[in-house]
């Protein structure tokens, strides 16, 4: 009893009460508050952690196309030696078209096997040897977009897949150097080197710009201003949608395909069209002889030449035709002539008329008065 009322009146001088954990280890550790560990740096791998090695072997193996063949055997030397300082072995099989990668004895990092699976399927999607190799390094990713299954249309790929690359491959230097990533378009694949969050806007990037959402261009725009405000400690906590811009997509109106005309429907078949031998037998040349046929095939031709030649003569008879003299053409000109002198006798005999009576209007207006109104 003396117990429980030591401990109640303990609670009531500190009434702050502390935070109950659940389980037993859920409790808060003295490095938990430390500014100087940084959480999120990926730690270089020390051998030292794994003396042993692996317990079981683990092979990794990727096919080639045929032009690769010469580069990768040219640089093969290169990207074995780069293996060998991990301790993974790897094997080029030119008569198959594949290349494989497995550990070793004196392999120690359990996850460079799946680097190295990484560095073959780079290379067979045409990347460089010596930048795919930088794979093997832990800060950076690879990612392989495949975007042969976005378009239907092939035109439409080939169009949108150069919109992604833009002219002398400008867009796509711009989104290298603003996303800090190696990109390379490759046949139906975009292959992509870098860090996690570059990678995952790279593939944002290429898969609106395949579907025909967003144009490159404005992403490029976007992560311009994006990075502008990541400057700024202050808009850190701050939504930045007020900042960015805003892009509406047009609507153009494209031509309409022409409709065909729906034929009525029949449920017989159309007839069969009909063979040579049907059309000699319906003529009658099927029964004939051989001179004969000769004969008609001489006769059609001389028929065909009479014809020809007849329009030919019409065609030179034409240039020494006289031109048809302009008959009627040449009376509605006279006519029009004519009332053309009618109206100009009429207007000249108006205008005398007029000047007669302004004439006689003076005459009058002179021999008046002025006396004859003074009162």
């Given at each position: 009893?003396?117990?429980?009322?030591?401990?109640?009146?303990?609670?009531?001088?500190?009434?702050?009460?502390?935070?109950?954990?659940?389980?037993?280890?859920?409790?808060?550790?003295?490095?938990?508050?430390?500014?100087?560990?940084?959480?999120?740096?990926?730690?270089?791998?020390?051998?030292?952690?794994?003396?042993?090695?692996?317990?079981?072997?683990?092979?990794?193996?990727?096919?080639?196309?045929?032009?690769?063949?010469?580069?990768?055997?040219?640089?093969?030397?290169?990207?074995?030696?780069?293996?060998?300082?991990?301790?993974?072995?790897?094997?080029?099989?030119?008569?198959?078209?594949?290349?494989?990668?497995?550990?070793?004895?004196?392999?120690?990092?359990?996850?460079?096997?799946?680097?190295?699976?990484?560095?073959?399927?780079?290379?067979?999607?045409?990347?460089?040897?010596?930048?795919?190799?930088?794979?093997?390094?832990?800060?950076?990713?690879?990612?392989?977009?495949?975007?042969?299954?976005?378009?239907?249309?092939?035109?439409?790929?080939?169009?949108?897949?150069?919109?992604?690359?833009?002219?002398?491959?400008?867009?796509?230097?711009?989104?290298?150097?603003?996303?800090?990533?190696?990109?390379?378009?490759?046949?139906?694949?975009?292959?992509?080197?870098?860090?996690?969050?570059?990678?995952?806007?790279?593939?944002?990037?290429?898969?609106?710009?395949?579907?025909?959402?967003?144009?490159?261009?404005?992403?490029?725009?976007?992560?311009?201003?994006?990075?502008?405000?990541?400057?700024?400690?202050?808009?850190?906590?701050?939504?930045?949608?007020?900042?960015?811009?805003?892009?509406?997509?047009?609507?153009?109106?494209?031509?309409?395909?022409?409709?065909?005309?729906?034929?009525?429907?029949?449920?017989?078949?159309?007839?069969?069209?009909?063979?040579?031998?049907?059309?000699?037998?319906?003529?009658?040349?099927?029964f004939m002889t051989e001179n004969?046929?000769?004969?008609?095939?001489?006769?059609?031709?001389?028929?065909k030449q009479t014809e020809k030649?007849?329009?030919?003569?019409?065609?030179?008879?034409?240039?020494?035709?006289?031109?048809?003299?302009?008959?009627?053409?040449?009376?509605?000109?006279?006519?029009?002539?004519?009332?053309?002198?009618?109206?100009?006798?009429?207007?000249?005999?108006?205008?005398?008329?007029?000047?007669?009576?302004?004439?006689?209007?003076?005459?009058?207006?002179?021999?008046?008065?002025?006396?004859?109104?003074?009162?």
């Amino acid at each position: 009893m003396a117990e429980t009322e030591e401990k109640l009146q303990q609670e009531n001088q500190n009434p702050e009460k502390k935070p109950k954990y659940k389980g037993k280890h859920n409790k808060p550790k003295p490095w938990d508050d430390d500014p100087n560990i940084d959480r999120w740096t990926i730690q270089k791998f020390d051998p030292a952690w794994n003396p042993t090695g692996m317990l079981e072997v683990s092979t990794f193996s990727t096919l080639f196309p045929r032009y690769r063949e010469k580069y990768l055997q040219d640089s093969w030397p290169r990207i074995e030696s780069a293996l060998k300082q991990y301790g993974v072995a790897c094997k080029l099989n030119l008569v198959e078209g594949s290349m494989t990668v497995s550990t070793t004895r004196k392999t120690r990092d359990p996850y460079i096997v799946v680097k190295a699976r990484d560095l073959i399927q780079l290379l067979s999607r045409s990347v460089p040897a010596p930048q795919a190799i930088k794979i093997l390094e832990d800060e950076v990713q690879c990612d392989i977009i495949k975007i042969g299954n976005l378009v239907r249309n092939k035109e439409r790929f080939v169009k949108r897949r150069q919109r992604l690359l833009g002219p002398n491959s400008s867009t796509l230097k711009a989104m290298e150097i603003l996303l800090d990533c190696y990109i390379l378009v490759q046949g139906s694949t975009v292959a992509a080197m870098g860090s996690f969050k570059g990678l995952k806007q790279v593939r944002r990037v290429v898969e609106e710009c395949l579907r025909n959402e967003i144009h490159p261009v404005y992403q490029i725009k976007n992560l311009m201003m994006k990075k502008e405000l990541a400057k700024d400690p202050a808009l850190a906590t701050e939504s930045w949608d007020r900042f960015l811009p805003t892009f509406r997509k047009k609507n153009v109106q494209q031509k309409k395909p022409k409709s065909k005309e729906k034929k009525a429907y029949t449920p017989f078949p159309p007839a069969q069209p009909q063979s040579k031998i049907d059309k000699q037998l319906e003529s009658g040349e099927y029964f004939m002889t051989e001179n004969k046929k000769s004969e008609k095939k001489w006769q059609e031709k001389q028929e065909k030449q009479t014809e020809k030649s007849a329009e030919k003569k019409r065609k030179r008879d034409e240039s020494f035709r006289p031109p048809e003299e302009p008959t009627q053409n040449s009376n509605n000109n006279s006519n029009k002539s004519e009332e053309g002198k009618k109206d100009l006798t009429e207007l000249t005999e108006s205008l005398k008329s007029k000047t007669k009576a302004l004439k006689k209007q003076k005459k009058t207006q002179e021999k008046v008065n002025a006396e004859e109104y003074i009162a």
